[in-house]
């Protein structure tokens, strides 16, 4: 880089960076962290999260019998020790740190807080016990702190999974599969020893739309024909009915052949069962003496609107699934952050390419205000795509700094205002370096059993673990 003048941009000489807070580490923070130091300027980069732990959903979304994606913590750790870049875990946005402190200590925010809560199926019964989003299942099984001691009690015959995508995938997954093939992961304790308790033998899958409309991978679905004594029951007249429909994309193809290859396989005696129900859509969980004794569910067809475009209605014919327990796996959504624009009806932060606006619709940029992935463009693609998304949102933070106002207070800028304010306050950050000790003792748990890890599932237990720890010499 070449020798600069004292009025050039901000992050163009190394006494003045450019300071940037993200605000989430999962996925979309992390990848918008590497694409910072990817740039050819001088930057400074905090990161924030309300846990202790950083990777959001690599860590609590991402199935425990899916090792191998959580590989993807690598790349963003190599993010997180370069020197320019620090973690600050167990640090809320709102709780002790508020939107004017972020913009008065750093020149660009982003949020990167993902989608924390779920869609609602709107139908009567829905909030009776034994009925669970995914969100908190999924939480719960992958040991989040916030669903510690959460009661799923699976002493239920029948459940249905309301939903078709990888998400519903890997909660069918989770309740049909031996416990013990899930022993040898990472997933919580107290899940493991609930689920190696499980009364559950049939899974029901509820499907709005047909087969070739499915929105899982072929992936997750090839997965669930692999388990071992579970018979996955697809009926052949739905796939007739699919076959009808026209041409299809490459993914819905590979979809309809491993439907097809289930169908033809049919039941064989196992266990445990996996039913998919195509175009169906739930009305109402029955209520049975504050329990749930079975699930109202209308038949649909598809119909094309005025736009062309196949939606499921319903017919008016409906049955009954004498479930016990209903798990509704039908999208994610973010939640607002305090102070900052929220699309309620999207379940977004509103934002042109990345730059916060006012209010859905409205053209009036936020300046210094960003958003990447999920609070960005809704709870869609896998975690990969995060990468373009977060790329594209840098893209206009860069092209924006050249026109950054110099700051009020200059002073505020500096790395030491934030860990000064923070200590004031009596906030008890976790460092990077904290979480890496925290790391260590999970993975040497888990060596103790053959699993890659046993998590630290509690805040209070995580900043216990870091209180014993002996001091670095």
Known sequence: MSELTSDAPIGERPDRPLRVAVIGAGPSGFYAVAALLDADLHVSVDVFDRLPAP?????YGVAPDHQKIKNVCRVFEKAARDPRVRFFGNVEMGRDLSRDDLLRLYDQVVYAVGAQTDRRLGIPGEDLPGSWSSTEFVAWYNGHP????????????????????NVAMDCARVL????????????????????????????HVLARRGPAQAKCTPPELKELGELDDVDVLVDPADL???????????QAEKNMALFQALAERG??????RIHFHFLVSPTEVIADDGAIGGLRVERNRLLADAAGRVRPRGTGDTFVLPVSAVIRAIGYRSVALPDVPFDDRQGVIPNRDGRV???????????REYVVGWAKRGPSGLIGSNKPDSQQTVDAMLEDRKSLPPAADEAARRPAAVTA????????????????HLDALEV????????PRVKLCLVDEMLAALDAAPAEV
Do not use: C, K, M, N
């Open 55 to 59: 990777y959001g959903l690599v860590r």
């Open 176 to 203: 049909a599969r031996p416990a013990e093939d899930l022993a040898a992961t990472d997933v919580a304790d107290e899940a493991l020893e609930v689920l190696r308790a499980s009364r559950v033998t049939d899974v």
């Open 357 to 367: 606006v006012e209010a859905a619709g409205s053209t009036a940029v936020r300046p």
């Open 146 to 165: 916030d669903f510690a001691g959460a009661d799923f009690p699976l002493h239920h015959r029948q459940v249905a999974v309301v939903g078709i995508g």
């Open 444 to 451: 040497a748990r888990g060596a103790e059993q053959g699993r």
């Open 267 to 272: 039941e064989r005696g196992s266990r445990r």
């Open 240 to 250: 007739e009915d699919a076959a009808a429909e026209g041409e299809l994309d490459r």
């Open 421 to 436: 304010l923070l200590a004031e306050r009596g906030v008890r950050w976790v460092t990077f370096a904290d979480w890496q």
